[in-house]
């Protein structure tokens, strides 16, 4: 079985730190003004923010710094499944554009994964 | 209880992650590397530093001083220690070589990723950590 490959991405950063989501996830994307996303800035244990957030077809919501579309196909380097547990199961890969290591999260799961960390935070 | 003693033929890998000394099993120390700049995982704990990609293989890098100590211990180099089930990368400060290691292999600790580090073991004059890998790896996989 070859690598599996992905295109369509947005390629996003959360503060300083790169990841990425398939863009057939991503049902909308709209200004952080009333949405009530989930920052990806909390999983890297940053305050949150966000300038755009990204919208899944379920409503899910998550807001992210920067964002630009990568169109070209890329291999999906598998995780680590160490890396897998951390992120709740919501890491897919890695990808490798322009000369750097981007994590590959599925929206909806990453979502969810975010408003758990909320919940961990508020136990 | 039984005292385990490290088998007189086994070498291991010795380095120090600041200025304590740990030993890992030679057959499973793959290589040491520097590492580049590392992508940090989401969700990740301070102790897993991140991850890069080294001959097709993501792998993810742990400070073993803030892992064992709650030190954290800077540092661009570590070893690779390979398993079947995967490669994990323990950051280290200094590697001094194979070597033998004298001494027992009982669990430093009665929880945490102690009870994957074995001794009082010594390696010349160094007190050193003996790694079980496959208990780090379970460890680290477990919620660590």
Redesign the interface.
Same mark, same amino acid.
């Given at each position: 079985m070859g690598p599996l490959s992905v295109r369509g991405m947005l390629l996003c950063h959360a503060g300083p730190?790169?990841?990425a989501f398939h863009a057939h996830e991503v049902a909308s994307i709209a200004s952080p003004e009333g949405v009530s996303a989930a920052s &990806?800035r909390r999983?890297?244990?940053a305050p949150d923010g966000a300038s755009r957030v990204l919208v899944s077809s379920s409503g899910g919501a998550v807001g992210v710094d920067t964002l630009e579309i990568e169109a070209e196909p890329h291999p999906v380097?598998?995780?680590?499944?160490? &890396?897998v547990?951390? =992120?709740?199961g =919501?890491?897919q890969g890695?990808v490798?554009v322009q000369g750097?290591?981007?994590?590959l999260?599925g929206l909806v799961d990453?979502e969810r994964?975010l408003r758990g960390?909320v919940g961990e935070e508020a136990a | 209880m039984a005292v385990h003693e490290p088998e007189a033929r086994q070498s291991y890998l010795v380095f120090a992650c600041g200025s304590s000394w740990y030993a890992v099993p030679a057959e499973s120390a793959a290589e040491v590397v520097t590492f580049p700049e590392l992508t940090r995982v989401p969700g990740a704990p301070p102790h897993l530093l991140g991850v890069f990609a080294h001959r097709g293989e993501v792998i993810p890098v742990v400070d073993l001083g803030l892992l064992v100590a709650g030190v954290s211990q800077s540092s661009r180099r570590a070893v690779l220690v390979r398993l079947p089930r995967g490669t994990l990368a323990l950051t280290a400060s200094t590697v001094a070589g194979v070597s033998p290691v004298t001494g027992t292999l009982e669990p430093l600790g009665p929880t945490g990723v102690h009870v994957h580090l074995r001794g009082p073991a010594k390696s010349g004059p160094r007190d050193v950590a003996v790694i079980d890998p496959e208990g780090l790896f379970d460890h680290l996989s477990q919620g660590a």
């Open positions: 730190h790169r990841i &990806a999983a890297f244990q380097l598998p995780a680590p499944p160490l &890396a547990r951390v =992120s709740g =919501s890491l890695f490798v750097k290591l981007w994590p999260v990453f994964f960390l | -």
